[in-house]
């Protein structure tokens, strides 16, 4: 029966994950706002938000700024190595703290 099933942490976060990188342009922490209120589980979200907003940053080319100050686009292609980006304005290598969208 369908009421009898129970659905795992694990398919919980693989349900999570698709949620929020199928967010429309823009709309990442809307999403995050939304499932939040669904799930009712704030450990469960924290454990799959932090990847998810990597990797949707990086797929929507997300422009980040410091201020009034272009720092560059997150992409693929400007990640130097593990949570560290290229800045091309200014040549230098920055971490994902600076990954605060425009």
């Known amino acids: 029966k369908m009421e009898d099933y129970v659905v795992s942490d694990e398919e919980k976060q693989t349900i999570i994950q698709n949620f929020l990188l199928n967010?429309?342009?823009?709309?990442?922490?809307?999403?995050?706002?939304?499932?939040?209120?669904?799930?009712?589980?704030?450990?469960?979200?924290?454990?799959?938000?932090?990847?998810?907003?990597?990797?949707?940053?990086?797929?929507?080319?997300?422009i980040v700024s410091e201020g009034d100050d272009f720092k560059g686009i997150v992409t693929k292609f400007g990640e130097v190595e593990n949570d560290t980006y290229l800045a091309p304005a200014t040549g230098e290598v920055e971490n994902d703290t600076y990954l605060a969208p425009a």
Do not use: C, H, M, R
């Not at 429309?24 to 669904?38: A, N």
């Not at 009712?40 to 990086?58: G, I, R, T």
């Open 23 to 62: 967010a429309p342009p823009g709309e990442f922490i809307e999403v995050v706002q939304d499932v939040k209120f669904l799930l009712n589980d704030d450990a469960l979200l924290n454990s799959v938000a932090p990847s998810a907003f990597k990797e949707y940053n990086s797929e929507q080319f997300t």
